[in-house]
C-alpha cells in the first residue's frame, strides 16, 4: 500500500464527515450504475418497439433517467470535489 | 341449468295462480310487501350500526335476563310478538345483537305475548298496530328523501314496519276465504288424539290469520259458546304459539343466516314448549285452577283461565329453556352455515417480534405489502379486471377493452372483509413497538405506518370512482366513455407497474418517477384535454364536473400508490433515501420532459 492511500484512510478513519461523504459517494456510485443498466436496457427496448404510442412512452422514460443521472452526476462531481478541496 | 329454469317456472307458476286466484294474489302481494319491509327495516337499522340504538340495544340485551325483560316489554307494548321477533331478526341481521342475544328477546317476547291473552279476556280489548301501517309509510318515505343520515335510517324504519304491517293486511284479506272454512265443532275429539288435532288446528288457524290474537279471539269465542272444550281450548292455544312462529320464518326468508338462525330458535322453543305443555296437559290444568283459585277467578271463567294457562306454559317453557340456550346458539349455528365470509387476518405481525425491533419493523412491511395485495385486488375487481391478469404479461389494452361494460363490485363489502380487519391489526401493531423517537427505526416505522394509510385512502377512493365508470361505461357520449375507460387503463398500467417495482429486486425509488411523469401527462386539467373537450361540445357540463372530480381521484389513487410503492417496495436505506430524494425529479423537470415549458 503506497504512503498517500495510507494517509487517505487514516484521514477517513479520524474525519467522520469525511468517511461519511465516501460512504454516500459509494452509494451514489452504485445508483448511478443502476440508471445506467435500466437506460441501457429502455434503449434496446426503443429499438424493438414499433407502436408509435409505446416509443413515445419508452422515450419519456428514457428522459427521466437521463435527468436523474444528469443530477446524479452533478452530485457525485460535488461530493468528489468537497473530498478533493478537503485533501488540499 | 337448473338455475335458468328456475326463475322463470317461478314466474309462471305465480302467474298462474294470479289468474285464477285473486286471494292468491292478495296473499302473495302480502309476502311481498312484507319482505319488502323486512328489507327496509334491515336498511334503515343499519343506519344506526355504531350509533345511539346499538349503544341502546347492547345496554339491555348485554345480560340474558335483560334481553328477556327487552322481549316482555317491548311485546306487551307493542302486543306483538310477531312484530318483535322479526324486529330482532333484524337487528340480528344488521350485526346489532348477538345470537344469543336475539334468544333471549324471542323467549321474552314469548311471554309477553301472554298479556294479549290477558287483555283480550279480561278487557275485549286489542291494540290494532295495523292501523298505523299508511301514516308509518308516509312519514317513513318522507324522512327517506331527507340528507340527514339519521333521519334517513329512521324513514327506512317507519317505512319498514308500515310496510310489514301493510303485507300482514293483505296476508289476512286473501286468507279471509279460508278463515270461514274454519269450523271448530266439527273437530271436537275427546283425550290426546284431540290434543294434537286442536293443536294442529291452532297453528293452521294462527298462519293463515298472520296473528295469534286472532286466534285467541276465536278460542274465547268459541269456548265461550261451548262450542269445544276447556282442553281443546288450551290445545288451540298451544297451537297458536307454535303457529305464530310462521311470521318469523317468513321475516328470515329475506335476512341473512344469523336471521334464519333466530327464526330456527323461535320454532324450536315454541314447539318444544307446545311439547310440554300437551304431554303434561293434566298438571298444567291442575296449576291452572291451583293459580285461579289463588287469584281469585271463578271456577266457570275459562276465559281467564285460559289466559292463566298461556302464560304459565310459556313461562315453564322459559325455565326449561333458559339452561338449554348455549347449546341452542351451538347447535342452530352448526345446522345453519352460512357463507364462510372470508377475512383477511394479519399474517406476520405477532407479539413475539415486538421485542425487537427491526424484526417488528420487517413483520410490518410483509403486512403492508399484504395489505396492498388485497387493495390491488380489490381496485383490480373494481376496474372489472381479475387480479391475475394484472400480474399477468396479456396485453393491458386487450384485458381493458375485453371488459368494458362495467359491473358493480362490492367495495363496502369487500373493505370490511380485506382492508379494515388488517389495517386494524396493523395500527394497533405499530402502537405497541417502542423505539426511540429520533431514530432512523422510528422514521421506517412512521413511514410504513403512513403507507398503509396511502393504500386505504387509494381504496376509498377508487369507491369513489366507481359510481361513474359503472354510469359512463354504457353512455351513449362516445368521448365520454373513452374518457372513463382511459381512466381505467391508466390505473390498470399503474397496478401493473407497481407490480414489477414490486417484484424487480433492482429496482430503486427513482424508478417510481417514471410513474409520476405518466400521472402527470395523463392529468386531464392539466393537460388542457378537458378544456379541449368541452369547448368542442364534445361533453356535457354535467360530464365535465364528473371528469374534474375523477380526475382529481384518479390523481390522488395513482399518488397513494406511488407513494406506497416508494416506501414498500424500494430498498430501505436512510442514506441511499438521502441520495435519492435529491435526485428524484421535481415538478418543473417533470414539466420539462412533457414539453409543457
Not at chain 2, 177 to 200: Q, R
Not at chain 2, 256 to 280: K, P
Amino acid at each position: 500500500m503506497g504512503t498517500e492511500k495510507l494517509l487517505d484512510k487514516l484521514t477517513n478513519l479520524l474525519n467522520a464527515k469525511r468517511r461519511k461523504q465516501k460512504k454516500k459517494l459509494n452509494s451514489l456510485k452504485k445508483l448511478l450504475k443502476k440508471l445506467k443498466k435500466r437506460q441501457e436496457e429502455h434503449q434496446e427496448l426503443l429499438v424493438a418497439k414499433k407502436d408509435p404510442e409505446g416509443r413515445k412512452r419508452i422515450e419519456r422514460t428514457l428522459k427521466v433517467i437521463y435527468t436523474q443521472r444528469k443530477k446524479g452526476l452533478k452530485l457525485y462531481k460535488d461530493i468528489t470535489d468537497d473530498l478533493k478541496g478537503k485533501n488540499k | 341449468m337448473l338455475r335458468k329454469v328456475l326463475l322463470p317456472s317461478i314466474f309462471l307458476v305465480l302467474a298462474y295462480g294470479f289468474w285464477i286466484s285473486p286471494d292468491f294474489k292478495e296473499i302473495a302481494a302480502g309476502v311481498a310487501i312484507f319482505l319488502f319491509g323486512m328489507l327496509s327495516l334491515e336498511e334503515g337499522f343499519k343506519a344506526f350500526t355504531g350509533g345511539a340504538l346499538e349503544r341502546i340495544l347492547r345496554r339491555t340485551t348485554d345480560k340474558l335476563w335483560k334481553s328477556l325483560t327487552f322481549g316482555v316489554v317491548s311485546t306487551s307494548i307493542m302486543q306483538s310478538s310477531s312484530l318483535v321477533s322479526v324486529l330482532t331478526i333484524s337487528f340480528l341481521s344488521a350485526g346489532l345483537i348477538s345470537l344469543a342475544d336475539g334468544i333471549g328477546i324471542i323467549f321474552g317476547a314469548n311471554l309477553g305475548t301472554t298479556t294479549g291473552a290477558w287483555l283480550v279476556a279480561g278487557f275485549g280489548l286489542k291494540v290494532k298496530i295495523s292501523a298505523y301501517a299508511m301514516p308509518m309509510l308516509v312519514f317513513g318515505i318522507i324522512l327517506i328523501f331527507q340528507q340527514s343520515k339519521n333521519l334517513k335510517g329512521i324513514g327506512y324504519v317507519l317505512s319498514g314496519l308500515g310496510f310489514l304491517f301493510l303485507g300482514i293486511h293483505h296476508m289476512k284479506e286473501g286468507f279471509e276465504a279460508f278463515k270461514d272454512g274454519i269450523d271448530l265443532v266439527s273437530y271436537a275429539v275427546p283425550g290426546m288424539k284431540g290434543l294434537f288435532i286442536f293443536t294442529v288446528i291452532g297453528i293452521f288457524a294462527t298462519v293463515v290469520m298472520q296473528s295469534s290474537h286472532a286466534t285467541l279471539v276465536l278460542i274465547i269465542t268459541a269456548l265461550a259458546a261451548r262450542q269445544i272444550s276447556y282442553e281443546n281450548a288450551l290445545a288451540l292455544a298451544i297451537g297458536a304459539n307454535v303457529g305464530t312462529t310462521i311470521t318469523a320464518i317468513l321475516g328470515a326468508m329475506s335476512s341473512n343466516v344469523a336471521g334464519r338462525r333466530l327464526a330456527g330458535a323461535h320454532l324450536i322453543f315454541n314447539v318444544i314448549t307446545g311439547l310440554i305443555a300437551i304431554i303434561f296437559m293434566k298438571q298444567f290444568i291442575t296449576s291452572v285452577n291451583f293459580v285461579s283459585n289463588n287469584v281469585g277467578i271463578a271456577e266457570n271463567d275459562f276465559t281467564l283461565k285460559l289466559a292463566v294457562f298461556h302464560t304459565l306454559f310459556n313461562l315453564v317453557g322459559i325455565v326449561v329453556m333458559l339452561p338449554f340456550v348455549g347449546h341452542l346458539v351451538d347447535f342452530l349455528e352448526g345446522l345453519l352455515r352460512g357463507k364462510v365470509k372470508k377475512i383477511s387476518e394479519p399474517y406476520y405481525l405477532s407479539e413475539a417480534v415486538l421485542e425487537m425491533p427491526d424484526a417488528a419493523i420487517e413483520a410490518l412491511r410483509k403486512e403492508a405489502d399484504h395489505l396492498f395485495k388485497n387493495a390491488s385486488n380489490i381496485i383490480a375487481l373494481t376496474l372489472n379486471i381479475k387480479p391475475d391478469d394484472i400480474r399477468s404479461g396479456a396485453d393491458l389494452t386487450h384485458i381493458v377493452d375485453r371488459k368494458d361494460r362495467m359491473a358493480a363490485t362490492n367495495i363496502d363489502e369487500y373493505y370490511d372483509a380485506h382492508i379494515k380487519p388488517l389495517y386494524n391489526a396493523i395500527i394497533s401493531f405499530v402502537s405497541k413497538i417502542r423505539i426511540d423517537d429520533d431514530s432512523d427505526q422510528h422514521a421506517r416505522l412512521y413511514d410504513l405506518r403512513t403507507a398503509c394509510r396511502y393504500i386505504v385512502e387509494a381504496v376509498k377512493d377508487i369507491k369513489h370512482l366507481q359510481k361513474n365508470l359503472i354510469s359512463f361505461s354504457t353512455s351513449d357520449n362516445v368521448t365520454i366513455k373513452r374518457e372513463y375507460h382511459s381512466i381505467r387503463f391508466q390505473i390498470a398500467s399503474l397496478l401493473r407497474t407497481i407490480e414489477k417495482v414490486r417484484t424487480d429486486e433492482d429496482i430503486t425509488s427513482l424508478s417510481l418517477d417514471e410513474l409520476k411523469v405518466e400521472a402527470e401527462r395523463n392529468d386531464i386539467l392539466a393537460s388542457g384535454t378537458l378544456d379541449h373537450l368541452i369547448r368542442g361540445n364534445l361533453i356535457t357540463a354535467d360530464m365535465a364536473t364528473s371528469l374534474i372530480n375523477d380526475g382529481a381521484y384518479l390523481r390522488d389513487v395513482t399518488d397513494d400508490l406511488i407513494e406506497t410503492a416508494r416506501t414498500l417496495f424500494t430498498p430501505y436505506d436512510p442514506e441511499l433515501k438521502k441520495i435519492e430524494d435529491d435526485m428524484a425529479l421535481l415538478k418543473d423537470e417533470i414539466e420539462a420532459i412533457l414539453e409543457k415549458k
